[in-house]
Nanobody, 123 residues
Framework: VQLQASGGGLVQAGGSLRLSCAAS????????MAWFRQAPGKEREFVAA????????YYADSMKGRFTMSRDNAKNTVYLQMNSLKPEDTGVYYC?????????????????WGQGTQVTVSS
């Protein structure tokens, strides 16, 4: 599976962005999908995950109520709607896919990764 993330950019605090992750190579309907982010000098951290059907979503505590992850298996794409953005949300956002496992906050459990899209939130 090849993953291509897009939609990042520069936004003021309190603003919104919608990230997309388009998959190719094979259908992602059989994959658990997730978003991670990495700020400069920090480890990659879990943001959100979504079940294969899209019926269940999981969020890191600091993103709950602000971020919404969704998927459109017909379009082979997942999304991350980010609202009420804060400067601490700045980082490179990566989408990831897991063929066999269940939702996990551990990056090494994911089999496929996109190249990342930069999100910068100014104060």
């Amino acid at each position: 599976v090849q993953l291509q993330a897009s939609g990042g950019g520069l936004v003021q605090a309190g603003g919104s962005l919608r990230l997309s992750c388009a998959a190719s190579g094979r259908t992602i309907s059989s994959h658990l999908m997730a978003w991670f982010r990495q700020a400069p000098g920090k480890e990659r951290e879990f943001v959100a995950a979504i079940s294969r059907s899209g019926g269940s979503t999981y969020y890191a505590d600091s993103m709950k109520g602000r971020f919404t992850m969704s998927r459109d298996n017909a379009k082979n794409t997942v999304y991350l709607q980010m609202n009420s953005l804060k400067p601490e949300d700045t980082g490179v956002y990566y989408c990831a896919a897991d063929r066999w496992g269940s939702a996990s906050e551990t990056a090494r459990k994911y089999d496929y990764w996109g190249q990342g899209t930069q999100v910068t939130v100014s104060s």
